[in-house]
């Protein structure tokens, strides 16, 4: 069964540590500040200034003038600090963000990243994607497997812009956890009640499936 939105970001989660300084990207990214464990102290990112973000707000928390890069409201952290978006550029170009997740449309085996056009469509623009892939060593790509018609978005070669080349080495999708090296996928978890074979059909690059694969752990 192909996860959700809110699973993908859940998994993910899980390859947070104490101590880190994160970026989420818009989309299924931000969803990750839900799912932050308690027990750690995690400085989350926005590229708009922000460095502390909580959890989306509740009904009664919300404050329209605190978003996010996505505009989307969220809420500070004690200690949370704002600043202007030179500043927060500043950090991720300096290298000082321990873990980037991140959105995209595509995604190829060479590592390379198209996360921000779709010829013919309105787009908010690229944002901070294209430093954040240059200026991070640790990144995820969260995404869907497949479009709606079927069709693979994990290729042999991206068809869309690109925002990075040769940089993404983790993706995490509806249907698996795989990683990158070498011009090849690598099959390291997949979605519960996902099978291999399904996982396999969907993935147009070439995929390597080494011993039993096990589901994830949400």
Do not use: W
Not at 3 to 22: K, T
């Amino acid at each position: 069964m192909a996860l959700s939105r809110e699973q993908i970001a859940q998994r993910v989660a899980r390859e947070i540590q104490d101590g880190f300084y994160v970026n989420l990207g818009i989309g299924i990214p931000t969803l990750v500040s839900n799912y932050v464990p308690e027990d750690m102290e995690v400085s989350l990112h926005s590229e708009n200034g922000l460095l502390g973000m909580g959890p989306f707000p509740a009904a009664d928390e919300i404050d329209a003038d605190l978003i996010n890069a996505g505009k989307q409201t969220v809420t500070l952290n004690k200690g949370a600090s704002i600043f202007s978006s030179a500043e927060s550029f500043a950090m991720i170009r300096g290298g000082h963000v321990d873990l980037t997740v991140l959105g995209a449309f595509e995604l190829d085996v060479l590592g390379n990243i198209a996360s921000y056009m779709i010829p013919g469509k309105l787009i908010k623009g690229m944002g901070g994607a294209m430093d954040l892939v240059a200026g991070a060593d640790n990144i995820i790509v969260t995404m869907m497997h497949a479009d709606r018609h079927g069709n693979s978005k994990l290729l042999n070669k991206c068809t869309l812009p690109l925002t990075g080349v040769g940089c993404i080495k983790k993706v995490v999708t509806d249907l698996a956890y795989m990683k990158i090296s070498e011009g090849k996928f690598y099959l390291i978890e997949r979605a519960p009640g996902t099978s291999v074979d399904e996982i396999i059909s969907k993935t147009e690059g070439e995929l390597v499936v080494s011993g039993n694969i096990p589901e994830m752990a949400l």
